[in-house]
Each structure stands twice: as C-alpha cells, then as structure tokens.
C-alpha cells in the first residue's frame, strides 16, 4: 500500500502506546510499518531532499500533534507514553483521530493559535496547520521547491534557445567542467564548433590529467533528436578514434534513440533538455542564488547530559 499520511498515522499510533509503556520513535516506526503492510522499499523512501525517511518524517508529526493534544507523553528524552486522556480517548473506540478530532483539546487549540499567527516568541519548527492538510511541513516545502525548480528549468531551456550555436557549445563545456571533468574551464574543455567537425562541437578532458578524451555533440533542437542523429555522431567518434561522447540537446531523444545509444560499443552518454537544466541548477551554471531557507532541528546530543 502506499504510504500512510501523517493524519492517519495518528490513531495507529495512539494504539501501538495502549500498554502503558514507553517507547522510542524508533519502535513506532517499526511497529507501524507493519500496521500498515508497509514494504521495505516503502519504509526507505526519501523525502526529495534526501534527509529523511517520508514514513519517519510522518510519524514523527502524528507524534507532535498527538502531544500538543496531551494525548501523549514525554517522560524523558526520546521516548513517549500514553496519558490517561489519550486512554480514555481510545475507550470510545474513534474511527479516526486527526487534526479536526483534536481541536476539543483547549492545549491543541492554544498551539493552533499561536501557530497561525507566529511572533517573535514563536519557534521556528512550529508550522502554520492546516487541518485539512495530508503532508507533513517538510513535505509542503518540498514541493513548493520542487516546483520552483521546475519552473526554473523552464526558463533556462527558453533562454538557451535564444542563444546562438556558438553559444550553447560553449555553455555545455561549463557545465561539464563544473561537474569535475579536466579541471578549469582553460585547460580542460575546448570548443570546435567550426565546418567540417565531423559533428563534433567539443572536445573536454575526462581528468585533469587528459588521459582520456570525451567529445561533445550540442543541439539546440526544439523536436526530438531521433536514431539517425544519433547514429552520424558515432560514425564522427569513430573517425576520431574515440571512445566516450556525450550527446546534449535542448529537447529530447526518441524511444529508439536510446535504445540505440545502450545497444553499441562506443560509449554515448544521451542528455537530454530536462537533464541538463538540471545539471545546470546542481552545478551553479547560468543560474544564481535568489534567497536561502534552513530547516533546523534540536540537537538532541547538545542536551544529553554526561
């Protein structure tokens, strides 16, 4: 099944408390991913900033909201119990407890309160609820960013299409050196881009120390690049005696393409326009940074007492 939202995980996890006992984070999550027939690749998944696991990251906001509304516990760090209230909540055997249920706790509404209308004595960690929300705060940003990067790739392809040939050779040379191929953007990477290249647009250095060559066909192509593009730039490596190319397009490659690109001996690396304007936001190339947001969280090793 997919995995559960940070809602749904609130009576599930109330439950797994009902014996009075205290237990971590830790074993709710394990406790839980089986509840819910979770896989292992399910219980790995990442949020897209690669921090966190989406099912812990999950549990964890049941857990916040669950102690906002004194349901639960913290008897001492890292570990969690029910409360009598959170008892007598599960006697009346709820269909289901998220953030409308919890709103008849006065020390729920209080933090719902103060979370709307943050001020200087608010903590940062502290979001903003949204009752009718299913993702958690960090998966809220996430998307808000993933989104944003979106539209940023956009933007990039409509600028490198208004740029000249020459142009975009020599832009796909930067971004290959940004990513660590020869070293400095002198000594490692050259544009050819003259008549009679034999389809080649660039040559770079694999290493800093040129021991290998990689050669380099760049188009600005607004329709899919198919096979028999494909095909012209592996007959222009071999006439090069090359081994290793990369062909960089603005647009994209036919099915047949990279099914070609997989099958031949040479080595032909297929980048397509989504890729690199990716590459171009990963590497810093045509792009700057507009503003900066930190997720911080508590330190639990500064508090842990020796």
Same mark, same amino acid.
């Not at 719902?112 to 943050?118: A, D, G, Q, V």
């Not at 660039?202 to 066909?217: A, H, N, P, S, V």
């Given at each position: 099944m997919a995995i559960p939202d940070y809602q749904t995980c609130m009576l599930p996890f109330l439950r797994f408390l009902e014996d009075c006992e205290e237990h971590s984070l830790r074993e709710a999550e394990e406790s839980l991913g089986e509840y819910f027939q979770l896989s292992a690749t399910e219980r790995a998944e990442l949020l897209a900033s690669g921090q966190q696991r989406v099912f812990k990251n999950r549990i964890g906001w049941a857990r916040t909201y669950l102690k906002k509304a004194c349901l639960i516990e913290a008897p001492k760090r890292g570990v969690f119990k *029910?409360? #009598? $209230? !959170?008892?007598?909540?599960? +006697?009346?055997?709820? @269909? $289901?407890? #998220? !953030?409308?249920? @919890? /709103? %008849?706790? =006065?020390?729920?509404?209080?933090? $719902?309160? *103060? +979370?709307?209308?943050?001020?200087?004595? &608010?903590?940062?960690?502290? =979001?903003? @609820?949204?009752?009718?929300? &299913?993702? &958690? =705060?960090?998966?809220?940003? /996430? $998307?808000?960013? %993933?989104g944003l990067r979106e539209q940023l790739a956009q933007e990039l392809i409509t600028v490198i299409l208004s740029c000249s040939p020459a142009f975009f050779e020599q832009l796909v040379v930067d971004v290959l050196v940004k990513m660590g191929y020869g070293g400095s953007r002198r000594d490692a990477g050259e544009r050819i881009g003259q008549t009679g290249d034999g389809g080649i647009d !660039? *040559?770079?250095? /694999?290493?800093? @120390? !040129?021991?290998? &060559?990689?050669?380099? %066909?760049a188009k600005r192509w607004q329709g899919s690049v198919g096979r028999p593009e494909i095909q012209k730039f592996v007959g222009a490596l071999q006439g090069q005696r090359a081994k290793k190319g990369v062909f960089i397009t603005t647009s994209t490659f036919t099915a047949d393409a990279t099914d070609y690109a997989t099958r031949i001996d040479t080595k032909v690396v297929l980048i397509d326009g989504k890729a690199l304007s990716a590459l171009m936001i990963d590497f810093d190339v045509g792009v700057s940074a507009s503003a900066s947001y930190v997720v911080k969280r508590v330190d639990s090793d500064y508090f842990e007492e020796g």
């Open positions: *029910i409360t #009598d $209230r !959170g008892l007598k909540v599960l +006697s009346t055997n709820p @269909l $289901r407890i #998220d !953030g409308k249920f @919890l /709103e %008849q706790f =006065p020390e729920f509404m209080e933090f $719902r309160e *103060i +979370s709307k209308k943050p001020n200087e004595n &608010t903590l940062a960690s502290e =979001p903003a @609820l949204n009752m009718s929300a &299913t993702v &958690t =705060p960090e998966e809220e940003i /996430e $998307r808000a960013y %993933q !660039g *040559i770079i250095k /694999e290493d800093r @120390l !040129g021991l290998d &060559t990689i050669f380099i %066909q």
